[in-house]
């Protein structure tokens, strides 16, 4: 199928990129720093947390917020991925060549789409293994652990859908990333004043629009189908406005 053949293609070219293997060591390092520091504020809190009647376990104090500062800290660095998957193409002219081959627009985007996905699944994988280990000492709740891991996967597939469409509006990779940074912390603060008096249904809008809403309900262990559906509706979206932009450019090429 050639979906996954673009598909595989994407997902080794990101991995003979110094820069997947840079970002995939600072973001480790990073978390598991942030990792270590949590557990030892959770042990450092055991005596006051005995004299509470219902005291937060440590998938409340450890592993939700490792889950929420990865998806801070990949906010920041995702748009240096995603910047290089169409306007790196079309600044040295390999997007022409790739659009000549007997491929349908759709094909092209979507293969790309699902190499990053793999991409980001890995990286999921191997920031999930830190929570996992405290299993060896620790109960935590499997249930928001699950929830936490899905909604951090979904959250990065939303980011990864907005990149790669603001790749595909430039042939400069650089403002391909700022622009997709831009963006993905618009959308992530959209609400942030949303509490402060005003309007209820314009607070619920902006509410509804802001990723980070549907993802802290995700960590919080509440899965239900209005944030689900929010993400697969924003990947859908930004992946048909990525086709129609290639398309356009197929035309005027």
């Keep these: 199928m050639m979906i996954m053949d673009i598909a595989s293609r994407e997902f080794r070219n990101l991995f003979l990129t110094p820069l997947a293997w840079v970002i995939l060591g600072v973001v480790q390092f990073i978390l598991a720093w942030f990792f270590f520091s949590s557990i030892e504020v959770f042990f450092s809190l055991q005596d006051q947390l005995t004299t509470m009647s219902n005291p937060p ?27 290089r998957l169409i306007s790196e193409e079309r600044r040295n002219r390999s997007l022409i060549l790739l659009q000549s081959a007997p491929l349908s627009i759709s094909e092209i985007v979507i293969g790309k789409y699902l190499g990053l996905l793999m991409f980001i699944a890995v990286v999921v994988v191997v920031i999930s ?90 960590l919080r262990g509440i899965v239900n189908t209005a944030d689900i559906a929010y993400f697969i509706l924003f990947i859908l979206c930004f992946i048909i406005l990525t086709i129609r932009q290639m398309e356009t450019i197929r035309l005027q090429s």
């Design 57 to 83: 376990g440590v998938t409340d104090l450890v592993i939700s917020p490792l889950f929420r500062t990865a998806g801070i800290v990949l906010l920041m660095v995702l748009p240096l991925l995603t910047m």
């Design 129 to 218: 293994l830190m929570p996992v280990s405290l299993y060896l000492g620790t109960t935590p709740d499997t249930g928001k652990f699950i929830a936490g891991v899905l909604g951090l996967f979904l959250l990065l597939a939303a980011f990864s859908a907005a990149g790669i469409y603001m790749s595909s509006l430039t042939d400069n990779p650089m403002v391909a990333a700022i622009s997709s940074f831009g963006l993905l912390l618009l959308l992530w603060i959209i609400n942030s004043g949303s509490g402060q008096g005003g309007d209820g249904a314009s607070s619920g809008v902006l509410g509804y629009l802001s990723m980070h809403t549907h993802f802290s309900n995700m």
